[in-house]
C-alpha cells in the first residue's frame, strides 16, 4: 500500500460548486499533514497545513480523521481559477519523509 | 529571500551524456529534497538531505543517479549515464524542521 493515496479523478465541477476530495495515508504515526497546489507546468505550491482536527481558510477547509486515516478538502463556491492539480503529503513524525499522493486534478467550467 | 533556485531551468542531452542539476535551498532551511515528476509516476522522492547530511535515497531509481550536498546552500543530482526514460521534471525543496515545503521551479530534462 503507498503511504499516501488520493483519487485522481479527474473532477469537473461547474462554477460556484463545492467540491471535496480526500486523501488516505497509511502512516499512523503522522502528525503533520498539507494540501499542496500545482498548475500545469509549475512547481506545487502550499495551499494548507493541518495539525490537528482542521483547518480553514476562506473558501478552503481542510479536516483530518484519524481514526480512519484520511485528510480531505473542501472548496466552496470554486472559481476557474481554482483549476489545478491537488497534491496531499503526510510525513511521519520524527522524520522528514514528505512523499506525496499522486494529486487529484479539478477542471472548474463555466 | 529568491526562494529555492534551481539550474538549469531546461536541459537537453543526448543518451549516455551525463547530467548534473543544481539547486540552491532557503537561506536557514535544514531539509533538502529531490523529487521528479512525470506523468505516468507523479511527483517522487528521490532522495533527501537533514543538515548536509542524506537520510534517506531509497527514491534513487538506481546507481546512475547521486545526489551531494557539500554545504548548506548548495546541492547537485547527478545522471550518468543518462537514459530517455531520465526525461521528467527534476524538482528541488526545502524547508525548516518538518515544517512547509517550498519548491524550485524545476528542471525540465529531455534525455534524447
Known amino acids: 500500500r503507498k503511504e499516501v493515496e488520493q483519487d485522481p479523478g479527474p473532477f469537473n465541477v461547474p462554477e460556484g460548486a463545492t467540491v471535496a476530495f480526500n486523501c488516505t495515508y497509511s502512516?499512523?504515526?503522522?502528525?503533520?499533514f498539507f494540501w499542496y497546489r500545482q498548475d500545469c507546468r509549475k512547481e506545487p505550491k502550499l495551499l494548507m497545513s493541518?495539525?490537528?482536527s482542521g483547518n480553514e481558510d476562506g473558501r478552503f477547509t481542510a479536516q483530518l480523521n484519524r481514526a480512519s486515516q484520511y485528510i480531505s478538502l473542501l472548496i466552496r463556491d470554486s472559481k476557474l481559477s481554482d483549476s489545478a492539480t491537488y497534491l496531499c503529503?503526510?510525513?511521519?513524525?520524527?522524520?522528514?519523509?514528505?512523499?506525496f499522493g499522486a494529486g487529484t486534478r479539478l477542471t472548474v467550467k463555466p | 529571500d529568491a526562494g529555492v533556485i534551481q539550474s538549469p531551468r531546461h536541459e537537453v542531452t543526448e543518451m549516455g551524456q551525463e547530467v548534473t542539476l543544481r539547486c540552491k535551498p532557503i537561506?536557514?532551511?535544514?531539509?533538502l529534497f529531490w523529487y521528479r515528476q512525470t506523468m505516468m509516476r507523479g511527483l517522487e522522492l528521490l532522495i533527501y538531505?537533514?543538515?548536509?547530511?542524506?537520510?534517506?535515497d531509497s527514491g534513487m531509481p538506481e546507481d546512475r543517479f547521486s545526489a551531494k550536498m557539500p554545504n548548506a546552500s548548495f546541492s547537485t543530482l547527478k545522471i550518468q549515464p543518462s537514459e530517455p526514460r531520465d526525461s521528467a521534471v527534476y524538482f528541488c525543496?526545502?524547508?525548516?524542521?518538518?515544517?512547509?515545503?517550498?519548491f524550485g521551479s524545476g528542471t525540465q530534462l529531455s534525455v534524447l
Open positions: 525543496a526545502s524547508s525548516q524542521a518538518q515544517e512547509k515545503l517550498f
Open positions: 502512516n499512523s504515526a503522522s502528525q503533520s
Open positions: 538531505f537533514n543538515n548536509n547530511v542524506p537520510i534517506d
Open positions: 493541518v495539525y490537528s
Open positions: 537561506s536557514g532551511h535544514n531539509s
Open positions: 503529503v503526510a510525513p511521519q513524525r520524527g522524520n522528514n519523509d514528505m512523499r
